[in-house]
């Protein structure tokens, strides 16, 4: 708790505004992006859609050291695996939060897994996709419900 006040009251002091707020275990949830209850987050912009894990799954997870990568032109469908990332702890599957076409690839996670725990929503993105059912966008959380439902997934662990 002296953190998130000490955290809160930095930011005041600087008069920065985040571009996150801060859940339980203080992972970023962004504004801008949805969210699976899997722990996938979704950009889109225009016709393509970035994926990759959230801050919450990588902090989890721990140091990522092997990611499992689908080719670009694979399909792939909203709730079911695309890919893997490994860990230290665990190896888990990530799930497609949406339904479409791989366009992209982030071949910089086989040289480098670790950008997931570094930089999860910028440099650590896994797939882009091409929407094929614009409505699931809509099915996911927002930041807030995402963040209320990690702090709601922490309490009951």
Not at 84 to 103: F, H, M, W, Y
Request: hydrophobic share 35%; aromatic share 8%.
């Amino acid at each position: 708790m002296a953190l998130r006040i000490w955290a809160s009251s930095t930011v005041k002091s600087t008069s920065v505004s985040p571009a996150f707020s801060l859940s339980r275990c203080f992972s970023s949830v962004l504004e801008g992006l949805k969210y699976a209850k899997s722990h996938e987050w979704v950009k889109h912009d225009g016709p393509v859609a970035s994926i990759g894990i959230t801050d919450h799954a990588q902090d989890h997870l721990g140091e990522v050291v092997f990611v499992e990568l689908p080719e670009v032109g694979k399909s792939v469908t909203q709730g079911e695996s695309f890919g893997a990332v490994e860990s230290v702890k665990a190896t888990s599957d990530v799930n497609s939060p949406i339904s479409g076409e791989v366009v992209e690839v982030n071949t910089k996670l086989s040289e480098t897994p670790g950008l997931i725990n570094i930089s999860p929503y910028q440099n650590g993105w896994m797939i882009k996709v091409k929407p094929s059912n614009a409505a699931e966008l809509e099915e996911l959380l927002n930041p807030t419900a995402y963040t209320k439902f990690c702090e709601e997934e922490d309490a009951a662990h």
